[in-house]
């Protein structure tokens, strides 16, 4: 069995990227958490509260494999994983946030599902561009998914301390769940500020 190449651990590249799906992973599952009950909460029956999940699960699917087909195109995994994360932003923000039908709860599910879920599928691409040794592909795949797994873990004891107990249709993000929506936003943008950041750097910098 052939011993893993560690070199990848020397290269602030893949700090970058683990920083970035670690505050992406922060976020991500928030939505997937609470649509369902925000959707009763502006009124919405359970069933409509269920679809509008299962067409988010729809758009996974279809962010996932377009995003895995362009990043094996050897497209620049930094911009993909800034183009998701920009629009799962774009979406917490302007979509979830204002939803008070379920039109602009759909709209959101689509956008985020696509993009959001999309950005899991870089995993394999931000390993490549830190190390070209096979040895390390397992490696650096299982760090980004702890990464993101810290989001799975940490998703529920955070969520509770952001819902709020009043419901007002008339407020953003009904009350109830503002502090949640904020926090995926904010979330979203900061994996994406991570990657951009490491671009703006002066070049002096090694990868």
Known sequence: MARTNWSFLRKPLFYIYGLSTLFQGLGFFFPPLYLPSYATSIGLSSTQGALVLAIMSVAQVLGQFAFGYVSDKKMSVGTLCT?????????????????????LLVAFSIVYGFFGFGFSTMRVAMGTEVS?????????????????????????????ALLSPNI????????????????????????????????????????
């Open 83 to 103: 183009i998701c994360s920009i629009m799962a932003t774009i979406a917490s923000f302007a979509l979830w946030g204002t939803a008070k039908s379920i039109g």
């Open 132 to 160: 070209d040794d096979p040895s390390a592909a397992v490696a650096t795949y299982s760090i980004l998914v702890i990464l993101q797994g810290i989001g799975n873990v940490s998703a529920g004891p955070i969520s509770t």
């Open 168 to 207: 007002r249709l008339d407020t953003y993000g009904i009350s109830k769940y503002k502090d949640l929506v904020v926090a995926t936003g904010t979330c979203m943008f900061s994996s994406a500020l991570i990657i951009v950041l490491w671009w703006i750097r002066p070049r002096k910098i090694c990868m």
